[in-house]
């Protein structure tokens, strides 16, 4: 009986994977009219699943039965996994208070979308014209470019991160920094129009999760979230993430001494304000290391990235990407083929690398279709790769930072997690059924050959001259690369503390906003403090709007695996050592979801 209702639910779950998806990245009116529409029936339709007791009884009984010892272990977690689904779904509730939990979780369902069409639109409801030249000193070429207004000596800005990072990082012009800042921080809050105001939205979600936490019997939603993932309490989650602060804080804390000297000598900001830093730290990083992320930016022209990341992930898992053609739904979108060494299809995946207007902010990998067997034929995934760079300008291929080519790789990093896997069941097959805060660890793990000499020789050429990106130019790179790493690993930590409190200690109940919480474990944990008007939550879509909540820490969780697994290759002949790769392949990421992270984790690295 599993597998006609994995059918049935795949059919659903693809057909409406692809409207969430375009929800996603070309929203338009009359599509976010048909998602919003539809929304509660397809909610509706989880939550009754979810609730069967005729199916529940089904699995109960075959989880019972000895027919489920001669299960491969795959489909013995798919029954475990689809088991704890039903408790946490809400199917030994009493009848009477079924109605209650769909009733939520349609809410906050709406909840959720809204969230982030809030702040998509907040985001494009504000832009800012220059016309004058001084103002936009420090800028880079590139970056005025694509502001340049048509036909007119004007430049327009906008909070999209291609066009508002460089101009906090390099605008000589303080105001322009602080309005930018200003209207950045303050997004989607009480300050702006009230119907994009998610600050209402942020007070309804937070009860109505730990509603569902109590009527499920759990003291709050913390403790529902930790259920499928590794850590075992929200104790045990404070207690690594205060572990981790303590031993940041005293890096933070220098990082930040230094910048504020540097800023008060040499730039003449007191004191350093929040839209000094990233400027402040941009020439700090010049003078200590003698490079700009300007400079590096012109050695990873899009092509010669992708050909090299291609290249990488052919050597360590003897894969071939090539490009193919399937229907897309915006011009910038690109599909590829990923074959085996035998030539075989592994899989396929959409490219939409460019940030616009219709698209939500950040970058992240999606699955349009995973691997299954059907009857005799093996249905091979699809994945999407979504990002938010900078599209071409002035006719050169479009340029990325560093930073760009590390997310690049993050996500084609749980794109392989997705894609190459060798699960035949639908319900642990790629990234389907993996420990939340393990599913981190395949693309942070790809973060590390962003900084390897072998990679990168590879893969970065000059945008003009095609010169290899130059030796001494790396080994500055590579000395900057733990350059403020304190202040940024407090930065995390500080998110992930604020979003367990949130779902844990914290009574939505009380005359406490989620704000005031953020406040005091900032007084707690970081050593920057942003100002009082700073709206962060209303636009921390991970935990509000993605599956995050009470998960943020994730991140650095499955860090700390990353690294360690990472070890593995820096101890081979070569980071790029093929053996290392197929077993890191054939332990890790083709095991899908079919056994716990942690066995697949030590079954890599022992011990
Ligand atoms: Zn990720």
């Given at each position: 009986f599993v597998a006609p209702l994995e059918d049935a639910n795949e059919r659903l779950g693809r057909a409406w994977g692809q409207v969430a998806h375009l929800h996603a990245v070309l929203d338009s009116p009359e599509l976010r009219a048909a998602y919003n529409d539809n929304l509660p029936k397809v909610t509706q339709y989880w939550t009754e699943l979810g609730q069967n007791q005729a199916l529940f009884a089904k699995y109960r009984a075959l989880g019972a039965s000895a027919q489920f010892a001669a299960l491969t272990p795959a489909r013995r977690r798919i029954v475990e996994n689809a088991l704890r689904d039903f408790r946490l779904g809400g199917a030994e509730l009493p009848a009477e208070q079924k109605p209650r939990y769909a009733q939520i979780q349609e809410e906050l369902a709406q909840l959720s979308a809204r969230f982030?069409?809030?702040?998509?639109?907040a985001t494009n409801a504000w832009s800012l014209v220059i016309e004058d030249e001084k103002r936009v000193a420090g800028i880079p070429q590139d970056v005025l470019q694509a502001a340049r207004q048509e036909g007119r000596r004007a430049w327009k800005?906008?909070?999209?991160?291609?066009s508002y990072l460089p101009v906090m990082q390099y605008a000589d012009d303080r105001a322009l920094r602080e309005e930018m800042y200003r209207a950045s921080a303050t997004r989607a809050a009480e300050f702006g129009k009230a119907e994009m105001d998610n600050t209402p939205l942020i007070a309804r979600i937070l009860p109505l999760r730990r509603e569902i936490a109590?009527?499920?019997?759990?003291?709050?939603?913390?403790?529902?979230?930790?259920?499928?993932?590794m850590a075992d309490s929200p104790g045990q989650v404070i207690g690594f993430l205060e572990d981790l602060a303590r031993r940041a804080r005293p890096h933070a804390e220098r990082d930040l001494d230094e910048l504020r000297a540097f800023a008060r000598?040499?730039?003449?900001?007191?004191?350093?304000?929040?839209?000094?830093?990233?400027?402040?730290s941009e020439k700090l990083r010049q003078k200590r290391y003698a490079f700009s992320d300007q400079e590096v930016k012109q050695y990873f022209p899009e092509d010669a990235v992708l050909a090299g990341l291609f290249r990488l992930v052919g050597t360590l898992y003897g894969v071939r990407v090539a490009p193919a053609?399937?229907?897309?739904?915006?011009?910038?979108?690109?599909?590829?083929?990923?074959?085996?060494?035998?030539?075989?299809?592994?899989?396929?995946?959409?490219?939409?690398?460019?940030?616009?207007?219709?698209?939500?902010g950040g970058a992240w990998m999606d699955d349009a279709r995973?691997?299954?067997?059907?009857?005799?034929?093996?249905?091979?995934?699809?994945?999407y790769l979504t990002?938010?760079?900078s599209r071409p300008v002035g006719g050169k291929p479009a340029l990325f930072t560093h930073d760009d080519v590390i997310t690049l790789f993050h996500e084609f990093g749980h794109g392989l997690h997705h894609l190459l896997t060798r699960v035949e069941d639908l319900g642990v097959s790629g990234i389907s059924g993996v420990e939340w805060d393990a599913v981190e660890l395949p693309s942070q793990f790809m973060e590390n050959f962003c900084w390897e000499w072998d990679v990168l020789r590879h893969l970065a050429r000059h945008v003009d001259t095609g010169e290899p990106l130059p030796r001494a130019l790396y080994d500055k790179m590579l000395a900057a690369k733990n350059f403020q790493s304190g202040l940024a690993m407090l930065r995390q930590i500080e998110f992930s503390v604020f979003d367990m409190r949130l779902h844990w200690d914290f009574d939505p109940a009380a005359q406490r906003s989620a704000q005031q919480l953020l406040q005091e474990v900032r007084a707690k944990v970081a050593v920057l403090v942003p100002p009082e008007w700073n709206r962060f939550p209303n636009s921390f879509s991970h935990i509000f709007a993605g599956g995050y909540a009470a998960g943020y820490y994730s991140y650095k969780w499955a860090e700390v695996l990353s690294a360690d697994a990472y070890g593995a290759f820096e101890e081979s002949r070569s980071v790029t050592d093929p053996s290392t790769g197929a077993r890191f392949r054939d332990e890790v990421l083709a095991v899908g979801g079919s056994r716990p992270a942690a066995e697949s984790f030590r079954a890599f690295r022992g011990g």
């Open positions: 982030s069409e809030n702040l998509l639109d800005f906008t909070l999209h991160m291609p109590h009527l499920l019997g759990y003291p709050s939603y913390a403790e529902v979230s930790l259920v499928p993932k000598e040499e730039l003449g900001l007191a004191p350093l304000e929040s839209w000094d830093i990233a400027y402040a053609s399937a229907a897309v739904w915006h011009e910038d979108v690109r599909f590829f083929d990923v074959h085996d060494a035998d030539g075989s299809l592994v899989g396929q995946f959409y490219l939409d690398l460019y940030a616009r207007d219709t698209k939500r995973a691997r299954r067997r059907r009857d005799a034929a093996i249905q091979t995934p699809v994945a990002c938010n760079f």
